[in-house]
């Protein structure tokens, strides 16, 4: 949750909004040394080297932490977030006066840092009706904003929220009901970009419905690329259908048509406006702010971009060229990509996901799951987002092959959500140790194939 000293945004709570706050690498590294005295004090070690700079950042970038809807990735030099409630727990909080504009905080919030700094202090001047990856009605007032004593919390609304990691990628989904806009989202962080789906949105609302991409500090122009490449300097707005643009070392790409704004601002507020323990004096600063507009009634809005950090302008133009992200299924029930070797999938229902070359995937209950091939073995992740337990079955269909199929066990209560791995062997030859042979078996009218698999 730390990147460049800095807490992830969603998770100071209420704090967020204090001028003095206290970022993570001073206080977590005081955290870690006061645990090294309870029974978990030999697993710190490697947080604490982190911390002082000692190791690289992780070998496994990429988690789930499924008891609580987050989703972390740290790549070379940037980190990304996805942060969802279930209804049992707090999307954010107000109290004491504090953090009285920070409503949808939480809902789906995404957040993209590289020198850490991208968010500081920012709180004053923030449009806090476009949070990063949220979708949302642009409200002018915010329930809590006149809670100036005592406390309140906003909580999820739906429990079909988490995601399966392998350590390298992940697929987290999200069963979305907020401010009056229902769908299923889902995001899926591969090794270069977070790509994020939306589908079956439906609203019918007074204000204009919008999601947003990013929100920080502006830093320097904002380039829009194809069908025509423009240079927006400061404090301009554009309205386009871009398919790429980029700003301050970040790249966004629209794969699809979309109502795109976009642009830098300046913007003015106070501390007192989010914080009553602090004064009304004005702070100012311009804002780079992207988002995708949805108008104000649908029964079936759906959207599509992706997140390319650490790219400069020209290098995002030449990914744009050469991504080789293919969006498999983008409906309420199915949201499903393919880059490379790595095949991610959200399936809000039973359903199947058909990709371009043949390969069909079924499942028989709602789940997150990867597929990643190498040399001689594929490897399946899955979890339920709903933190049922029970076994998942996986039927396979490659090109013009029989029907293969797989079960992989997900774990109960108290780990239910969590993730499991399957390692499905491509040759009989290259049996890992515990693997199995079932027998071949009818399917309707064809045969299953043998396959080795254990679980990992």
């Known amino acids: 949750m730390i990147h460049q000293g800095r807490w992830d945004p969603t998770m100071v709570g209420r704090n967020l909004v204090r001028p003095g706050i206290l970022w993570g690498r001073t206080s977590l590294t005081k955290n870690a040394s006061d645990l090294q005295k309870g029974p978990q004090g030999a697993s710190l070690d490697s947080l604490k080297n982190w911390l002082a700079d000692k190791t690289p950042w992780f070998r496994d970038p990429d988690k789930v932490f499924w008891s609580s809807g987050y989703l972390s990735h740290h790549g070379p030099g940037w980190s990304t977030s996805v942060r969802a409630p279930r209804s ?6 107000v109290g004491n006066g504090e953090n009285l504009k920070g409503w949808f905080l939480g809902f789906g919030s995404t957040w993209i840092r590289l020198r850490g700094d991208e968010h500081d202090l920012i709180w004053p001047v923030l449009d806090w009706a476009s949070i990063p990856g949220v979708t949302n009605d642009r409200v002018d007032t915010f329930p809590g904003q006149d809670m100036k004593n005592g406390f309140g919390y906003a909580y999820g609304t739906t429990d079909f929220v988490g995601g399966a990691s ?16 229902t769908g299923k989202k889902a995001w899926f962080q591969i090794p270069d970009a977070l790509v994020a789906l939306g589908a079956g949105l439906s609203f019918d609302v007074p204000r204009p419905v919008s999601t947003s991409i990013d929100q920080r500090w502006a830093r320097g122009a904002v380039t829009l690329g194809n069908p025509s490449l423009a240079i927006l300097h400061t404090d301009s707005v554009a309205t386009a259908t871009a398919r790429w643009f980029h700003h301050d070392s970040v790249g966004y790409w629209i794969p699809a048509a979309e109502s795109l704004v976009v642009g830098t601002k300046i913007r003015t507020g106070t501390w ?12 100012s600063g311009r804002v780079f702010f992207a988002r995708l507009e949805h108008g104000r009634k649908s ?3 759906g959207y599509a971009y992706a997140v390319v950090p650490g790219v400069s302008a020209d290098s995002m133009e030449r990914w744009v060229s050469a991504s080789s992200i293919e969006i498999v299924s983008n409906t309420p029930r199915v949201q499903a990509i393919v880059q490379g070797t790595y095949r991610a999938m959200v399936f809000h229902a039973p359903d199947t996901a058909a990709f371009a070359d043949g390969m069909r995937i079924t499942v ?10 190498s040399s001689g073995a594929t490897r399946w992740t899955a979890s339920f987002p709903d933190r049922s337990a029970g076994s998942l079955t ?3 269909k490659e090109g013009s092959g029989g029907w293969k199929r797989m079960d992989i066990r997900l774990p109960d209560h108290p780990r239910a959500g969590e993730s499991r791995s399957l390692l499905e062997s491509t040759g009989v030859r290259d049996l890992p140790r515990g693997g199995f042979l079932p027998r071949p078996r009818w399917i309707g009218k064809e045969l299953e194939l043998p396959f080795a698999c254990t679980e990992a």
């Open 166 to 181: 392998d350590g390298q990628v992940s697929a987290f989904a999200y069963d979305y009901k907020v401010s009056a806009v």
């Open 272 to 283: 007192k406006s989010v914080d009553t323990l602090y004064t009304d004096t004005l702070s």
């Open 299 to 301: 029964s079936s809005e």
């Open 394 to 396: 996986i039927s396979v």
């Open 364 to 373: 028989d209950r709602p789940c997150a799951l990867l597929r990643r091939d």
């Open 88 to 93: 049992d727990e707090t999307a954010s909080e």
